[in-house]
Every structure is written in C-alpha cells, then in structure tokens.
C-alpha cells in the first residue's frame, strides 16, 4: 500500500467528516426556506446581540479619556487642525508632560555636533506629527466649534447638518416615488414598503406622502433661509473678532485667499519664467558693484569671532509676538501649540540654536511655502496683476524672525542715512522733511533737478549672487551668510488658489508644480526685507559720489559740496537721493549730473536684476536744460508724481491733488467702517486710529493757518455728515458730545483740527530730537516760531533751550515730551467742548456737578440704531418723547381704557409710568440675569439661560447662592425677598438691584437701605426722613445665622448711569467674589451696565412702535370724520 501524506491524511478525515455528518443530516428534520423578511429580521437580531456584547467592551468617551488616553485615540485620526483656547480646566502641565516624554529622543538630536539634512527632515517629520496630535488633544477640552479668527461656527454646522439630512430624505422620497412604477415587482415592492413606513412615522402630522414631501421642502425652504443668516452672522462676528484682535481697516474686508479663475499651469508658467534665474546686463569689468566690492574690503573687517551667542530673550520676542493662528505651512503647524506647550517650545528653540550656530542646515522640506495670489488691479485673468505672498512653516518663520534681529544688529551702521525704510529710528516723516527741504533749495534762482524712478517687479528679480556678494562685503558675519545661500537654494513653493488642472481622465488633479525662487527675494519671509534692503546699499555709496546739497545750510540757495566717500569729512547734512525700498528719488544741481545719476541707477540695477521702469518714473529739470539717455526715455513731470503717499510737483506738496485723492479716500474708507457690522465704539477707534493718522500723514505738514482750517473744517464736517447718513447719530447731537472723551458721555471722536495742530507739534518734537536733524536749528528757526504760535494756542509754553523744547518749564525726553503735549492739548480741547456742551443743556450740566459715569461708553459694545436712541434720549431730543415741538405729549398707555395722561419723557416712560411695569420687569430680569452669570462664572459653575436663573445654587457644602427666593428667614416681613443672597461658611452677601433715574439714584439707593437695613415692617415707596429702626430683613438674617450680614443697595440710571457712591457699591459688592478692581471697572460693570442701557432702548423701542400705531389710527379716524 502506498505511503500517504500528512496532506493526504487530512483530506481523508475531512471526508470522512463530511460523510459522517451527512448521515447525521439526514436523519434530522430539513430547515424551512425562510422569506426575505425574516432573513433580514434574524440579522438585525445577531447584530443587535453583537452590539451588546461589544458595548460591555467599548472604548470611553473622549470625554472620560486621560490625556494619554486622548493621544492614542487621535493618533488614528486624519482630521483637520480646529482652533482653540487654553482654558482653565485643560490640564496642560500633564498634557507637555506627556508630549516632552515623546519629543525627548528627537530634541536630543538638535545637541548632535552634526546633523545631516536627512536626519532633519525626518525628525521635523515625526516631530510635527506628534505635536498636531498634541494640539487635537488640547482642542478635545475646548468643545466650542470656533474658525481660525475665532468666531463661533457651532450654530452654522449644526443647521446646515439638519438641512443636508433633510435634503436627502426629500431625494429618498422622490428616488422611492419613481421606484413605485418599476415593472420589476420587488423594487415596486420594496418602494411602496417605504412611503409606508415614512407615512407611518409621520402619522398624526400628515395623512399622504404629498403631504409629507410639502412639509419637507417647506423644511428645506426654511433651513437654507436659517442657513444664509448664519453665514451672515458669522461674517459679520468675524469681522467683529478681527477687527478687535488687530484694528484695522483690512480688518474690516474679508481678505479670505480666494479661487482665482486662472488655470493653475498658467499661473504655474508665469510663476516659472518669473523667479527664473536670467543673465545680468553689465560685463563684469564695467561693474560698479566691483567698484564698492573694492572699497568695502579696505573699510570693512569681519572678526569671526564677533559672532553673538544664541539669545534666548530674542526668541522669546520673535515666538510672543507671532500671531497664534495665522496661516500654517506644508507641515500644517499652528504657532499656538510652541506658545502653550513648553516641551514644544523647546524643541523648536533647540532646532532654532542648531541651524544658528551651523551644527545643521536649513531643509527645502523647512523652507517650501504654500503661495496665495491676491488681487492687485487690471485684468484678473493676468497672472500678472497678482501679488503671491507665501505661507511658510511657522519654525522657519521663527528663525527668520531671529536670523533678522541678529543681522540686523550687524549692519545697522552700514545702512546709509538716505535709506529710509527698515532702518531704527527712521520713519517715512524723516524722508518728506528732507525731501521739502532740498525742494526749497535753488541753485542759481533755479529750482533743483529731480528724478523719481520706479523698479519694475523689484522684490521678484533681485539676481542671488550678487546680492550674496553684497552681504559678504557688509560685514555680516560668515556663518549667517551660509545659513543665506542655504536658504536661498532651499526657497521654493506651489500654488495654492488657482483653477485646478485635471489629468486626461478628467478625474484625478495634476499635482501641483514646485517653483523654485532662482532669483528675488522670498516674499512671506521675515528677513527678504533686509536683504532688499541690504541689495542698495553699494547703489547709495556710488550716488554719494555725485554732488550733494548742504541742507545744514539755512539759505535758500544750495551750498552744494562735491566729496568722495573715503574723505574724512561729516556728511550727515548732505543728500543728492532718498531710498525707501525700492522707491528712489534723485536730487542734483543740474539736467547733467541728474542724468549721470540716473545712468548709475540704470546700470547698477541691470547689474544686480533690476530695471528701471519707464512708465512709471518721471523727471523735472529746468527750463532751458535738455535731457539726454536715460532721462530722456521717462516722461518729464507736467502735473504731480506720488512719492511716500503725497503727491507732490517740482516744488512742494500739491495741496489741490492732496486734498482731491484725500476727500476720494476719506469717502470711501467712511463707507467701509460705517456700513461695516463693527460696533459705534469700534466705528469711532477706526476713524481716530486708521482714517485720521491718513489725513495727518498728507497735511501734517503744512504751515499755512489759512490751508489748515480748510482741511479741518472740510474734514470734520465730512465725518460729521457721514454719521448722520449711516444712522450713528441724529442730526442735531450737540458736535461737543461727539468730540468729547467717552468719560465724559462723549463719542470719543478726534476732532481734525485738533489732532493736526498736535502732530505739529509733536513732528517739531521729533525733528528736535533726531539724530538726523541735529545739526539744522538754523534750518528749523522759522517754523519754531509757528510751533510756538501752535502751542500759545492751547495755553502751553513751549520755548527751546540748548536746542530741546522746554514745555511749561520741563524738559525730558522725546517720548516724554509727546505725551505731555497730547495731554494738554487733549485737556484743554475737552475743557472747551464741555463748556460749549453745557451752555444750554440741562443733562451735561448734571452730569458734570454729579460727577456721572457711563462704564459700558468705555468700549461703546453696541450697535449704531441704539446708541442713535440712546444718545438722543438722554439729551431730551427724541422727536416721539416730549419733544420741543410738542410739549404737552401725553403718555399713551393704558390699563383697562384707564389712559396715563402723563408727559411722556423718559422720566415718566423708563422709571415711573404704571402702564409699563412689565417691561421695567424685563428689564430688571435682564439685568439681574446677567449680574447671576457673572457670578456664577467667578464661582466657576455652568451659566444658566434666562428662563430658569431664579432659583437656588448649591455651590459646595458651606456655599450657596439663591436668586430672587422668598422667604429666607421664616420672617413675615414686608420686605423679604432680596434679589441676591449669597452666604458662605463665615459670611453672608445681600444685593438688591434697582434701575432708576439718573436724577434719583442717591433715593433708590436710600430706600434699598431702608427697606432691608432699618425697618422691614413697613410698606415704604420712597425714602423716608428719620426713619425708626426695627425689625429687618438683615438683622433677622444675621440673629438666624450667627453670621455677619453685608447688604448692598445695586444701583444704576436707565442707561447705565452711576454715580461716585453707586460705583463704590458695585465695587464693593463684587469685591465680595473676589473679583479684582481690574475685572470690577472693565469687563463685568460695563457688560451690567450696557444690559441696563439696552433694555430701556427697548422699552422705549416698544413704548414708539405703540405711540406711532395710536398716531395712525387717530389720523385715520380724523380722515374717516373729514369724509
């Protein structure tokens, strides 16, 4: 017999089993064929048992998840990055604790003597990826649903959620409709099964599946309708966030990186010819950079060991003032997660000190950026007409950040005087100051010759030799000119928003071209600035050689000194050109030496990449003088050229070209901010901190009194008009409440007169202090007589010993001397528009012997509709409320045809009119709702909405706090239910709130103390005058207890009002939650204070909508009599 297998003996069992089983199944009763049905039923039944028997082994939910627990969890997930904010019960320190025990081993690679580009890449890789992991674990305990400026998107997800699910259970519908005229049977069958189950579930509601399907698109109807308004309100909230985070007027445009209708290859082609490296147009032995080349080698050392140790201050700097959530780069970082993690912050600060001190080098995986193309203007189907601006990883803009302050440190004395920008202590005010100065001069009678020229793409064409040439020669240490070349090999990007380019299957995109940047600088990168910057420096060497004017000279003809860079003499007062990056303007005696320092312009830019622009550079000469190459190829000025954001002629600043481009902006940044959704205190901050610093900047200035109360009358009447137009304030607001500070019941508006004359002075200030004007007193000597005619004005002594400004006797120091004289100016401006505001008056004139505050007009939080009414109301001037017009109008509310007849001020409607006790008790709700989340907060418990705060809060064992309960003490007192009671284990806190009138708040707050302190016996309605103490609700309570009892009498005008007493009280009262003096003035009495405020606007909303409503049916009853 043959051997068999263990194969074969296998096979053979399985048989035989098989064989056997057979017989067995035969022997039993066969199974019956069960329906479909009951197939479906019996997996539904084995999977509900799997179900349960798996959920005794369920994983937690996050929330019960340790931090460890919540690491492994998002380990697994592929999610996006949601923003979010450290919150006091994240536990961070366990959270770093654990993300440091994981980048221990690849921060110890950062301390290796040498490091290769390959081990780098591969430690930031798995270092990013468990820091995104860390950041998802932070955001797991902050379950608000925010955007990346921080607005709150939970609203918008979750009905766009419901309207998705409701779409398609209308297409379920419609798919099953079609289904129920199959011919197959079972599809019939299964469709009609369906519509009757959904009839089924609808039942009591809708009786046929039409119904149901109009109910459903009424549903969808009413979701997308809900939908649009969030989206609305969420863009009207972020611009809200943004603009509080960073005012400004970009702020108040949506600057989200839109698609751009360009296909991407397109854009991808333009971007590669662009940053293409292209051949110079010098020879190299016409150089003029070999010529400075050769001058700097014998002016310039360079110590190797000059080279500043790692400064962990300037990192410091360079992380705290980096925005948390700006845009990541391809590593998909976040700046937040190095500022809240510590482990996090040191791995990037070792990474940092690594690549510093050259033990590692920078990556293209560091260094690639992500470009977004913005709109410029022309044609938007022109790649041209974009500016791409990169998004870099946020370790290599850290860097970056460092690399520039040390670099910066290194060459700041080798930057020329004529370079404005970038340099410290240098600002565009020092460039039009000289630029007037060598305007006025003449040379022979004759006006001096200038040219203004304009690079074409600059910052794109800088050629990367040369400028490393130029940085060798500055000075600048060897190893940051290493970590450079590395950098500039490295710098490379992709296009993010353009028309995507599909494969020839049209299903799968083409993947995104890399560009590498083989000439001009990085835009997106800290240092590309400086190192422009740095590129024309040989350029201004070369210019100086050229004649140059004597602006220390006073006289107005030009003492005109012709001097080599390497003669020993001090040129701090000679120009012949000014720089501001790559604008540059060119100064000379004559048409001749004009167009030879246009030749050195041309020929150096062609040297090192760029080229002059034609088209956009002009020149001025005088009459008589013949311009030759390259001049002649620029159109000679006629009108006005604008330089540094002025338009300016051959002589000075045209002030009708000025004035005309500065209404046009004025306008059109007033419709900005006005139709913008940011509050009226938001408003004002824009037009004080954005719009006003424009009109200062073109007329700041001007000398002429006659020129200056043009502009300001023009202007200020122009702002004035607007907040008229858009509803910020009625026509007839006294111009004083506009202009006085917010302290004071004003709008906090800068008025344009005044802020002129203060930046006059303020600019002599600067010009007095200036390194770069030291030597000009004799220059200066007229205008110190004007600024001295400008500071009489305000009642200020401004006089000028040893060459400083003495004001009313004090010399300091610049920054001193400014903030003083805003001080003053500020003090006596306001003093004037008190007195004009009081003149007749009778609500400032009680104010200000009152001595009232408004907190919430600090930040002025509210909308312009309502602070139209508010402001109105509170100065007497409402047209439905008593008006001037109509003295003897009659309240028109009613109880049971019982009219009022009372006048109907505000007085009467907002504090005492029985007719409108329920809304005085909404608004007293309201009020005390917000005073309860505000402290149920400081005692860190869950806020409660406004339906259900009236109760008791168990706090802890010894802690409670109740809310408007009745009968605390058992006692049968007529007063006994206070509206706050707060008691601890050795204390007890009594508040009672009430909104009166302004005029009345020492009487309310009498009466308060009457009722709960003295006696408690008595029906009192008003304060009275030698009381008789007895029984109280407070003495009870502290007998009961055995406890000291505190009460506070919370008391404001319907606006907010209160006066010294009434803050002390609120002060004291929340002093009692430990909430500091900061929080109590800030953010907690201005939010109860603006609630007040906003309930009385709507009682007095409600009290004009019924008012206008009798008005109209009166009207029509005359009408219907007349007929």
């Known amino acids: 017999m043959k051997n068999t297998t263990p194969e074969d003996q296998i096979k053979r069992s399985r048989m035989e089993s098989m064989n056997k089983n057979g017989e067995v199944i035969s022997d039993v009763k066969k199974k019956p064929i069960l329906s479909y049905a009951e197939v479906a039923k019996k997996r539904e039944n084995i999977k509900h048992r799997d179900s349960k028997e798996d959920s005794q082994e369920m994983r937690k939910s ?42 221990r081993p690849l921060t110890q ?40 400026d921080g607005t709150s998107v939970e609203d918008v997800i979750k009905v766009s959620a419901a309207l998705r699910r409701t779409e398609r259970f209308d297409q379920r519908i419609q798919k099953m409709l079609e289904q129920t005229k199959s011919p197959q049977k079972n599809i019939k069958n299964h469709a009609q099964a369906y519509l009757r189950k959904v009839e089924k579930k609808f039942k009591g509601k809708v009786k046929t599946i039409e119904q149901v399907r109009f109910f459903t698109k009424s549903k969808i109807s009413t979701l997308k309708k809900r939908v649009a308004y969030l989206n609305e309100k969420k863009r009207r909230d972020r611009i809200r966030m943004r603009f509080r985070s960073k005012p400004s007027l970009k702020s108040l445009v949506d600057t989200t990186p839109l698609d751009i209708e360009i296909d991407k290859s397109e854009i991808e082609k333009y971007l590669i010819d662009l940053f293409s490296k292209k051949d110079c147009e010098v020879p190299e032995p016409e150089s003029l950079l070999n010529k400075w080349v050769e001058y700097s080698k014998n002016t310039t050392s360079i110590d190797e060991d000059s080279k500043p140790n790692f400064n962990e201050e300037i990192f410091n700097e360079c992380l705290k003032w980096s925005r948390s959530w700006k845009a990541p780069g391809t590593n998909k970082l976040y700046m937040k997660i190095f500022k809240v993690l510590n482990s996090c912050k040191i791995f990037l600060m ?48 850290i860097f970056m950040k460092y690399l520039n302050s040390v670099i910066v440190d290194q060459i700041e004395h080798r930057i020329p005087k004529e370079q404005i920008a970038n340099k410290k202590g240098r600002s565009c005010l020092d460039g039009i100051i000289i630029n007037r100065l060598i305007q006025k001069k003449t040379v022979h009678g004759q006006q001096i010759a200038q040219t203004w020229l304009d690079m074409q793409k600059a910052y794109d064409s800088l050629d990367h030799k040369k400028l490393l040439i130029v940085l060798e020669n500055l000075g600048i240490h060897r190893d940051f000119i290493e970590i450079i070349k590395k950098a500039m090999r490295c710098w490379k990007f992709t296009v993010i928003n353009g028309k995507e380019t599909y494969m020839n299957n049209e299903k799968k995109k083409k993947k995104p071209t890399v560009i590498h940047v083989n000439r001009g600088i990085y835009q997106g990168d800290s240092l590309s600035p400086t190192l422009f910057v740095c590129s024309l420096i040989p350029l201004s060497w070369m210019l100086n050689q050229q004649p140059r004017i004597n602006l220390e000279d006073p006289n107005t003809e030009a003492n005109v000194v012709t001097t080599m860079n390497d003669d020993e003499v001090e040129d701090e007062g000679l120009y012949n050109h000014l720089l501001f990056m790559d604008d540059i303007k060119l100064f000379s005696i004559n048409a001749k030496c004009l167009n030879e320092m246009t030749k050195i312009c041309e020929k150096y830019g062609l040297e090192i990449g760029l080229k002059i622009n034609p088209l956009k550079s002009s020149y001025s000469i005088n009459q008589g003088e013949q311009a030759e190459e390259p001049l002649i190829n620029f159109e000679e000025l006629s009108t006005v050229y604008k330089y540094l954001g002025i338009y300016e002629n051959h002589k000075t600043a045209d002030e009708k070209a000025n004035l005309q481009d500065l209404y046009k902006v004025v306008d059109e940044k007033l419709k900005l901010i006005l139709e913008s959704p940011i509050t009226v205190g938001n408003m004002i901050d824009a037009i004080n901190t954005c719009l006003m610093p424009k ?39 006294s111009n004083a409440r506009i202009y006085l500070p917010r302290s004071r019941f004003g709008l906090g508006l800068k008025s344009t007169e005044t802020e002129i004359d203060k930046i006059q002075l303020k600019n002599f200030i600067h010009i007095k202090y200036s390194e770069v004007f030291r030597k000009m007193n004799e220059t200066f000597k007229m205008m110190e007589n004007d600024i001295i005619i400008i500071a009489s004005k305000y009642n200020i002594n401004m006089s000028f010993e040893e060459g400083l400004p003495c004001i009313n006797g004090t010399i300091g120091s610049e920054k001193e001397a400014k903030k003083k004289i805003s001080e003053l100016v500020d003090n006596f401006a306001y003093k004037r528009w008190a007195e004009h505001y009081t003149r007749k008056k009778e609500f400032p004139k009680f104010v200000i012997n009152n001595k009232l505050i408004c907190p919430w007009l600090r930040t ?16 007497d001037m409402h047209p439905m409320l008593n008006p001037i017009f109509d003295k003897e109008s009659k309240c028109v509310l009613e109880t049971n045809s019982v009219k009022c007849n009372h006048y109907d001020n505000i007085r009467h409607v907002g504090s005492y009119c029985e007719h409108s006790v329920s809304w005085r008790r909404r608004r007293h709700d309201n009020v005390l709702h917000t005073i309860t989340n505000v402290l149920l907060r400081k005692l860190k418990q869950k806020m409660v909405d406004l339906n259900n705060y009236k109760k008791c809060y168990k706090i802890d064992d010894n802690t409670e706090l109740r809310i408007d309960q009745l009968n605390y003490t058992s006692e049968s007192l007529v007063h006994n239910k206070p509206d706050i009671i707060y008691e601890t284990k050795d204390k007890i806190i009594i508040g009672e709130l009430a909104i009166s009138h302004y005029r009345n708040l020492e009487e309310s707050a009498k009466l308060k103390i009457q009722r709960y302190t003295v006696n408690g016996t008595l029906q009192l309605n008003a304060p009275v005058e030698n009381l008789e103490y007895s029984t109280n609700f407070t003495a009870v309570l502290a007998k009961q207890k055995g406890k000291p009892v505190s009460f506070y009498p919370l008391i404001c005008g319907p606006f907010g009002e209160l006066d010294g007493p009434r803050l002390d009280h609120w002060v004291a009262f929340l002093d009692e939650f430990n909430i500091s003096e900061k929080e109590t003035i800030k953010p907690v009495i201005e939010r109860i204070t603006r609630k007040a405020a906003i309930e009385t606007e709507y009682i007095l909303f409600q009290y004009i909508k019924l008012k206008e409503k009798k008005l109209k049916e009166n009207n029509d009853e005359q009408n219907d009599m007349e007929l």
């Open 695 to 733: 009109i200062l900047y073109v007329f700041s200035h001007e000398r002429s009194e006659l020129i200056k109360r043009k502009i300001y009358l023009d202007m200020d009447l122009r702002i004035r008009k607007a907040l008229n137009t858009y509803g910020v304030k009625f026509q007839n607001l």
């Open 109 to 148: 690679v950062w301390s290796k003597t040498k490091i290769t580009d390959i081990e780098s890449k591969k430690t930031w890789r798995q270092a990013s990826k468990i820091m995104i992991i860390a950041t998802k674990v932070l955001k797991s305990y902050d379950t608000r649903k925010v955007d990346y």
């Open 860 to 875: 002025l939080n509210i909308e312009p509709r309502k602070f139209k009414t508010i402001t109105m109301t509170q100065d």
């Open 62 to 103: 996050i929330k019960e998840m340790n931090p460890k627990e919540r690491y492994d969890y998002f380990s697994k997930d592929r999610g996006k990055i949601f923003r979010f904010d450290v919150k006091p019960w994240m536990p961070t320190f366990e959270i770093d604790l654990l993300i440091e025990k994981k980048l």
């Open 350 to 397: 070792e990474w940092i000190k690594a690549v510093y001190e050259r033990r590692c080098n920078l990556t293209d995986e560091d260094t690639r950026g992500r470009a977004f193309g913005i709109f410029k203007k022309g044609n938007i189907d022109d790649p041209k007409n974009y500016r791409f601006i990169n998004v870099t990883n946020s370790h290599y803009k």
